[in-house]
């Protein structure tokens, strides 16, 4: 039940005006029973309803006729099996976020209502049986992460000897100039995420300026220099400048995670003794990478 174009050449930019509007009012018009609002990508209108009926897409028209949208905007009634899908979803959310330690490190608020599938859920390196129960319960419902790597592995995700090798192209600090060391010996347990202090100090006779969003973040690099693993949340970006004076040593947080990045080494990076840099920015536009600091990874 709807109206609406086909796809085929992009919606006028006078659709794009009035999207907010009609959107606005569809939602007065039907209430708490309005799913969802979007743009397609032809640039049309697509309006989503539960429990959708004619009186419903008759008004819904009337307020695209008068915008002059009309032949763009399509009405859709909401799925009902995605609708049952999402009731039961949103309580295991809501139980998962709630255990003392919560896996998800992404999810959608769990509020009732609609969601289009497939819904986009992250957990963390170490919880792939959390991710395993949820692939269970809800198959495609579902767009699942574990870590930095989808869950269930998918046939196109490349295994190690195939997956682009990411060595680091910048340059190591002039030790006459900067030392960067670990404060202390680091060992952290495989899939979980720590913050470590790095010590840099300044051999120079002039002020530097680390520039960094509060931290540094580390990658977990092989034998070879190529990235591994590392941290795979989001993260904040403030600009926190941590400055060394000439002669004085200054600590910078340092986030290190241990998400594998490469399939055949599983979610987590095994244990085991491995190795970790991080990108250095100064203010002076310079951009350095640590040499590789030791790091420890625990069962």
Do not use: K
Not at 254 to 267: I, K
Request: a negative charge; hydrophobic letters at 40%; charged letters at 20%.
């Amino acid at each position: 039940m709807g109206s609406g174009n086909s796809p085929g050449a992009a919606a006028p930019d006078v659709v794009e005006r009035h999207a907010q509007e009609l959107f606005d009012q569809a939602r007065a018009l039907v209430g708490d029973r309005f799913a969802e609002a979007r743009v397609d990508p032809d640039r049309g209108l697509r309006v989503t309803i539960i429990d959708l009926d004619v009186h419903d897409v008759s008004a819904i028209n009337a307020v695209a006729e008068r915008l002059g949208v009309a032949e763009w905007v399509r009405i859709e009634r909401a799925d009902p099996s995605a609708l049952e899908a999402w009731e039961r979803l949103r309580h295991d959310l809501r139980r998962l976020a709630g255990a003392r330690r919560s896996v998800l490190t992404h999810y959608p608020m769990p509020d009732p209502g609609y969601r289009r599938p497939p819904v986009a859920i992250h957990v963390a390196a170490d919880a792939e049986a959390t991710a395993a129960e949820l692939h269970a319960a809800y198959g495609d419902f579902v767009s699942l992460m574990v870590g930095a790597l989808p869950y269930p592995p998918t046939e196109n995700t490349p295994d190690r000897a195939t997956s682009p090798r990411r060595p680091s192209e910048q340059r190591t600090p002039d030790p006459s100039e900067l030392t960067v060391t670990l404060d202390g010996c680091l060992s952290i347990r495989a899939g979980q995420s720590v913050t470590h202090d790095l010590l840099l100090t300044n051999l120079s006779d002039h002020d530097i300026r680390i520039h960094t969003n509060g931290h540094l973040t580390a990658s977990i690099v092989d034998d070879s220099g190529a990235v591994v693993g590392g941290y795979s949340g989001g993260q904040h970006l403030p600009l926190v400048i941590f400055t060394a004076e000439p002669a004085h040593t200054v600590r910078v947080p340092l986030l290190v995670g241990t998400a594998s990045f490469v399939p055949d080494l599983g979610y987590t990076v095994p244990p085991g003794t491995w190795h970790l840099t991080a990108s250095i920015e100064l203010s002076d536009g310079r951009r350095l990478t640590t040499p590789p600091l030791e790091l420890t990874i625990t069962p």
